[in-house]
Each structure stands twice: as structure tokens, then as C-alpha cells.
């Protein structure tokens, strides 16, 4: 017997071997299907694919014998995968000196062999797709051809494998990467906001204790600073509700009686009584997750208002459902969106830039947390608008069951 040589590119070849990470996995279905019809086509009874490790032939998946793996130094596949060709036929091995006294042939009648090398997309041989009989034979061409062509199938599949794999690693880094700049903004926005509600409290102290003792000019620079402190609050208000909406999402499915839930939301968003609400829709309970529902409407409602310079602020909220998912409708007769900002507003502090009926440019976070919470609710948002005239946005949320 002959063992086989290791290749001049045995290390690089085994780091190949490994990058799969195939080697001791389970039997899969797709590589026993390959098998089972290589042994069919070539008429034989066993077919394996293998893989060449360190000091073993390690059997991905094994046709027609128990076991899943081989010592190195005694298999076929270690002598395929030193040959140029992209097939090793051994008729009858009791007749070849590499392998006559070797115990597969000895104690297991591996008499006749076939493998087609397996050939990365680097052109490292990993192993063999191959078939054994116990009986010395020839294979006719088409077989021959088959058995290759399946061996580059076999590689694709591994190359898939491999790609899924970059892929899965890809989405932990980046999962990992968003957790860490999510508590970032969190932490940050929490440690800005108790500095900064004192610059507030004191610039209103300031202009409360000197009134009438300022001039214009200073009265000017402290309206700036409180406008400008205001507008740094929202920002942070609105980042960490952003951050929170995640923790909502936590909460358990409630069943929502339509009507209290429109109270409710009257109560948050317009506690003066000055805008003209108009429900409609069939819907008489909402079974989901309340504090995200009130969130996103309350967000949708405010918008509604603020962006709204018409006299007589007016509001239709339409909550109809079918078998699968609740549709909701928001529509104002408020100053409409450009359309060229339909597709962004829904994106993190993108504002279409102008001012809303209390004089401020808003920090383009609210839609950015609506959006966020109805996705992670399994529903979709849309908007139509039209300037002047006003705009609608339409959700749903899946109904669960
Ligand atoms: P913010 O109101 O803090 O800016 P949003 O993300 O809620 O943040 O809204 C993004 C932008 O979309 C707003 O700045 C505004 O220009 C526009 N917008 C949102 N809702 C409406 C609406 N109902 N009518 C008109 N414009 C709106």
C-alpha cells in the first residue's frame, strides 16, 4: 500500500477545509440526495462526499456504508485530490500497488473507485464527491460526467454555506454595532437632560429677577438662549421616546375599546378642545400592544395640529379592520408635504424645513419612532399629501391570534 502525499499546498488547502465549517457536522439532506443518485446513476452500492482533514477523510454524507469518517493515510480520496485530473478511476484496486493490501480493500471489497475532485472557487481540492463497488467495473462516459458535474454542484453548496455563514457573522457585528450606538444616544440624551433643564430654569430665573432692568439686546440674547435650550429639549425628549419605543414593544396585547383609546387621545394631543375630530370606521376593539398603538396616533395627531396654520384645525380618524390586520387612517386638512420629502420624512431628524403653527422647525424624530414601532408590530405606513390641502397617513397592524 501507498499512502497518499500530502499536496505542496496542504496548509493553505486544510484552511479552505475549515473555512466551511463542515467538517463533524451532522448528515444534511441536500449532500445524501446528491449521493443516493450518484449511486443510482454509476450503479453501485456506496457513494460519499468527502472531505480531506489533517489525518482524516471526514464523510459529509456516506451512501451504502455506516461510518463518517477514515484514516487519511488509507483513503482513495487522498490520492484523487494529488491528481490533475478531474476524475481518479481505480478499476479493480487488488491490482494496483497503492492499494492491493489496503484494509478498505481487504476488509471491505473497496474494489472499484471513482471520485471527482471537489474544487474550491480558490482552486483548492477539498475532497471528492465518490462512488465504490465491490467489484472490479467501468464506468461509461456519461457517468463519468454526471459524477463531475455533481462533484461542482457538491462545491456550490459549500460555497453557499460559506457566503451564509460571512452573512450571519456580518449581521452580529452590525447587530452588536447598533445596540452599542443605541445605548450611546440613550446615555448621552439621559446625562444632557438634568444640565440641561438647569440652563432653562436659570435663564428664566435670569429674565424673571431683571425684568425691566435689561436692554433690548440682552432681552434678545436670553430669548435666544431659551429658545435655543427649548429646541435642544425636544431633540432629547424626542431621542430618548425614539429609544424607548423598543422597550414598548416589550408590553403584552390588550384588548382596546375603540372609543376610550379616541378619549384618550383627545386628552393627550388637544386638551383645549380646538380641533374638529371626526371618527369613522366599523372597528369597536383593537386586541394590541396599547402603549405603541397610543404612541404612534399621538405622534401621527400632533403632527396633524402642529403642521396645521389653517383657522379651523380639522382631523379625520378613520379604524376599520379585516381578517388579518387593523387598518388606521389619520388625515388633516394641515399644509401638506412636498412631495419630495414623502419618502424621507419617515427617516431619522429629516424635516421638510418648515416652520409649524408655534413658529419651530421640528427635529424629524416623531415619524422616525412611529415608523420604527409599527415595523416592529409587523404593520407598514404610508403617506399621500397634497400642499395646502392636506395629508393622510395610513397604517396597519397585523392582527395576532
Ligand atoms: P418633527 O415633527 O419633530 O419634525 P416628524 O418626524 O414627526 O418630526 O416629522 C418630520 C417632518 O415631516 C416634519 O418636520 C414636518 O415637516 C413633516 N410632517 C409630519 N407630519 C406632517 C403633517 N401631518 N402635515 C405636514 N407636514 C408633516
Do not use: W
Not at 445605548?183 to 432653562?200: E, G, Y
Not at 393627550?268 to 370606521?281: A, R
Amino acid at each position: 500500500m501507498i499512502a497518499p502525499k500530502f499536496p505542496k499546498n496542504e496548509h493553505g488547502r486544510q484552511l479552505a477545509v475549515n473555512k466551511y465549517k463542515l467538517l463533524d457536522t451532522l448528515p444534511e439532506e441536500s449532500y445524501d440526495n446528491i449521493t443516493a443518485l450518484m449511486a443510482y446513476i454509476c450503479e453501485v452500492p456506496i457513494s460519499l462526499v468527502t472531505l480531506l482533514d489533517k489525518d482524516r477523510n471526514f464523510l459529509k454524507s456516506h451512501h451504502g456504508i455506516p461510518f463518517n469518517e477514515s484514516p487519511r493515510e488509507i483513503s482513495f480520496c487522498g490520492h484523487a485530490i494529488n491528481s490533475d485530473e478531474l476524475i481518479t478511476i481505480v478499476e479493480d484496486s487488488r491490482e494496483d500497488e497503492r492499494f492491493h493490501d489496503n484494509p478498505l480493500v481487504t476488509d471491505y471489497q473497496a474494489i472499484f473507485y471513482a471520485g471527482a475532485t471537489l474544487i474550491n472557487s480558490d482552486g483548492y481540492k477539498l475532497g471528492t464527491l465518490c462512488v465504490y463497488d465491490t467489484k472490479p467495473r467501468k464506468l461509461k462516459d456519461e457517468q463519468k460526467n454526471a459524477l463531475i458535474a455533481m462533484a461542482k454542484q457538491v462545491t456550490n453548496l459549500f460555497e453557499q454555506r460559506y457566503q451564509n455563514l460571512k452573512l450571519i457573522r456580518l449581521k452580529d457585528k452590525l447587530n452588536k454595532r447598533n445596540e452599542a450606538l443605541e445605548k450611546f444616544a440613550q446615555v448621552v440624551s439621559h446625562d444632557l437632560k438634568s444640565p440641561l433643564a438647569n440652563i432653562i430654569s436659570l435663564t428664566e430665573l435670569l429674565e424673571d429677577e431683571n425684568k425691566g432692568n435689561l436692554n433690548d439686546e440682552s432681552q434678545q440674547y436670553l430669548k435666544y438662549l431659551k429658545s435655543s435650550s427649548y429646541s435642544l429639549k425636544s431633540y432629547i425628549d424626542g431621542l430618548l421616546e425614539f429609544y424607548k419605543s423598543d422597550e414598548l414593544l416589550k408590553d403584552r396585547n390588550e384588548l382596546i375599546i375603540v372609543q376610550d383609546l379616541l378619549k384618550d387621545l383627545i386628552k393627550l394631543t388637544d386638551p383645549n378642545k380646538t380641533v374638529s375630530f371626526y371618527f369613522e370606521g366599523s372597528t369597536k376593539t383593537i386586541n394590541t400592544n396599547k402603549s405603541a398603538l397610543i404612541q404612534v396616533l399621538v405622534n401621527l395627531v400632533t403632527n396633524a395640529i402642529k403642521y396645521n396654520l389653517k383657522s379651523k384645525v380639522e382631523i379625520k380618524i378613520n379604524i376599520s379592520e379585516d381578517e388579518s390586520k387593523y387598518n388606521l387612517l389619520v388625515e388633516d386638512n394641515g399644509e401638506g408635504i412636498p412631495a419630495e420629502f414623502l419618502d424621507k420624512i419617515f427617516n431619522i431628524f429629516n424635516v421638510v424645513g418648515v416652520e409649524d403653527r408655534h413658529g419651530n422647525i421640528g427635529t424629524g424624530i416623531g415619524l422616525a419612532s412611529v415608523k420604527k414601532i409599527i415595523d416592529n408590530l409587523g404593520g407598514e405606513i404610508k403617506v399621500i399629501s397634497e400642499l395646502k390641502i392636506g395629508s393622510t397617513f395610513f397604517f396597519t397592524i397585523p392582527k395576532t391570534f
